[in-house]
C-alpha cells in the first residue's frame, strides 16, 4: 500500500550544495524537495506512509539462491514434490481422448463376447434349420389354410430368432457415449433405396395376383393357392420394412444388417415356394414368377453387401492415422 501510494509522488526540484572542507577535499549533497500530486491528499498521505512497518527486517521476498522459494511468509505456497504426486496421463492428441472415452471396460467385454456367438446361433437354428432339414411333407398338409399357416408358423419363428439376433447386434454395437448416437446420420439414398427395393418386390406378386383375376394370366391361380406360395413371403417383407423404419428412427447400429438377414432368409422362402408349386401343380407362369422374384432378391442381397463394404471401408479410413474428412459420408 504505501508503495502503491508513494509512487504518486512528483519529485519537483532538486538542489545540489558543494561543500569545502578544511582539508580541501570537496563534497557534494542533493537535497530533493516533492509535492504530490494533489495537495488535498498530503494529510492523508502523510498518514498512509507512516504506518508502523518493520522496514529494518528482512522483506517478504528473498534471493532466488540456493533454489529457495522467492515468496516467505505465511501465505506460502509449497512445490508439489514430483515423486510423490500421483501419475497423470498426458493426452498428446485428439485421437488419444477419443480412444480413452471410447475405450470399453472389462465387465463390458466379458458380456458382449458370448454374444458373437449366441446371436448367429440363434438366427441359424430359427431360420435355416427349418428350412433345409425340416421336411415340407410334415408341415405343409396341401393348398388349404393348414398348410398356410403351418408356413407362417415357420417364418415367425424366424422373426422370433431375428428380434434377438437385432437385440444382441444392437447391444454389441451401439457406443457407450450417446452423443455419437446423435451424429450418427443415415443416408437418404441408402433409405430410397431400400424402400424402393422393397415396395418393387411387394407389389410384383400382388400385379400378378390382379392379373391372373382378371385373366390376363391364364391358366388362373386360385387364391388359397397363391397366398400358401407367396402369403408368408409377402407378410415377412411387411415386417422387414417395418424393422427398418424403427431401427432408421431410433438410429440402432444394425439399420446396415437387418435388410440382409431377411433377404437371405427370403431367398429361402422363394426357393420353398418353388418347391411347394411343383406339389400344388402351380401354372408356369407362376414359377417363372418365382424364379423372377429369387433372382431380383439376389440381385438386392448383392448391393447390401456392398453397401456394407462401403460403409466399413469409409469407417476404418476415418478411423486410422490417415484420416478421413466426414464430408465424405454425406
Request: with cysteine; aromatic share 10%; hydrophobic share 50%.
Amino acid at each position: 500500500m504505501a508503495s502503491l501510494l508513494c509512487s504518486q509522488i512528483k519529485f519537483s526540484k532538486t538542489f545540489v550544495r558543494v561543500r569545502v572542507h578544511d582539508n580541501g577535499q570537496i563534497s557534494l549533497s542533493r537535497s530533493l524537495h516533492w509535492n504530490p500530486l494533489q495537495s488535498g491528499h498530503f494529510e492523508n498521505l502523510v498518514l498512509r506512509c507512516t504506518k508502523n512497518l518493520s522496514w529494518e527486517s528482512s522483506l517478504p521476498y528473498a534471493s532466488a539462491e540456493d533454489d529457495a522459494s522467492i515468496i516467505k511468509g505465511t501465505n506460502v505456497i509449497e512445490p508439489i514434490d514430483t515423486e510423490e504426486a500421483p501419475e497423470i496421463p498426458i493426452l498428446q492428441s485428439d485421437q488419444d481422448v477419443v480412444e480413452v472415452k471410447n475405450e470399453p471396460s472389462v465387465q463390458k467385454m466379458a458380456f458382449k463376447l458370448p454374444m458373437w456367438l449366441l446371436g448367429p446361433s440363434i438366427l441359424l437354428v430359427t431360420g435355416i434349420v427349418p428350412s433345409l432339414w425340416l421336411p415340407l411333407s410334415s408341415v405343409f398338409l396341401g393348398p388349404n389354410i393348414a398348410g398356410f399357416l403351418s408356413l407362417i408358423g415357420l417364418d415367425c419363428i424366424f422373426n422370433m430368432g431375428a428380434m434377438l439376433f437385432f437385440l444382441m447386434a444392437d447391444a454389441c454395437g451401439r457406443p457407450g457415449n450417446t452423443i455419437f448416437d446423435l451424429k450418427r446420420q443415415i443416408p437418404t439414398s441408402y433409405r430410397s433405396w431400400n424402400l424402393a427395393a422393397s415396395i418393387l418386390g411387394f407389389l410384383a406378386p400382388l400385379a400378378l395376383l390382379f392379373a391372373s383375376r382378371r385373366g390376363t394370366l391364364q391358366p388362373q391361380l386360385p387364391f388359397i393357392p397363391f397366398a400358401v406360395l407367396l402369403g408368408p413371403y409377402l407378410l415377412l417383407l411387411s415386417v422387414q420394412m417395418l424393422t427398418e423404419m424403427l431401427t432408421w428412427h431410433w438410429k440402432s447400429p444394425v439399420w446396415l444388417v437387418a435388410p440382409v438377414v431377411y433377404e437371405g432368409y427370403r431367398v429361402l422362402q422363394l426357393m420353398r415356394g418353388l418347391q411347394l408349386a411343383d406339389e400344388i401343380s402351380a401354372p408356369g407362369w407362376m414359377v417363372q414368377s418365382l424364379r423372377g422374384l429369387v433372382s431380383w432378391w439376389v440381385f438386392v442381397l448383392g448391393i447390401q453387401l456392398m453397401r456394407i463394404a462401403w460403409f466399413a471401408g469409409l469407417s476404418f479410413a476415418r478411423n486410422s492415422s490417415y484420416g478421413v474428412s466426414d464430408d465424405m459420408n454425406q
